[in-house]
């Protein structure tokens, strides 16, 4: 099922997200969902708490070099820790709680990473570049964080004057 995404700035988004306990239809049925939604709405990336569920689950899928989303490069990842991390890229990150807006972030461009699977088998991996991005910008809305908040002082001020600008056209039309 298509589950609705919630946008800045609903307060639920800055939430901490808490750990999944356990491994069953239900936790199934939510990465299932994430996964429909996620493909519905575009996105490569999509955190349980932008669904409204605040559990520590998120999904990645990045395009591959045909620019297709296959299904079996999808990361299903429960409980993520970074247990490592080193270097710094920037990347221009988007977000689908924050539509149509798009702005530079700085990140550690290398990150090791443990987490668990759908079944809590656990996985240790190691990211670099883009992947290394998403982990950082899912995991940050495991712990009540948008990209947004990354931003340098001027570009917060450029987001908030775009997006006082797009209320105010919204409340024309209706
Ligand atoms: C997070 O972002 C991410 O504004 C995932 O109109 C960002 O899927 C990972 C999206 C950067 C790695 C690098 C945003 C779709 C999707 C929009 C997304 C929009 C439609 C964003
Ligand atoms: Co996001």
Redesign the pocket.
Known sequence: MIREIITYPDKRLYQQSKKVENFDKELHQLLDDMYETMIA?????LAAIQIAVPLNALLILLPDENDEQKKENLHEVINPKIIEKKGSIV?Q????S?????DDVKRADWIAVEYFDRNGNKIVKECNE?LA??FQ??MDHLQGHLFIERLSYLKRKKFEKEWKKKQRAKKKQS
């Open positions: 709405k575009n996105g490569i990336g990347y990150e988007g977000c689908l924050v539509p149509d807006y798009y883009l991005v998403a910008h899912e």
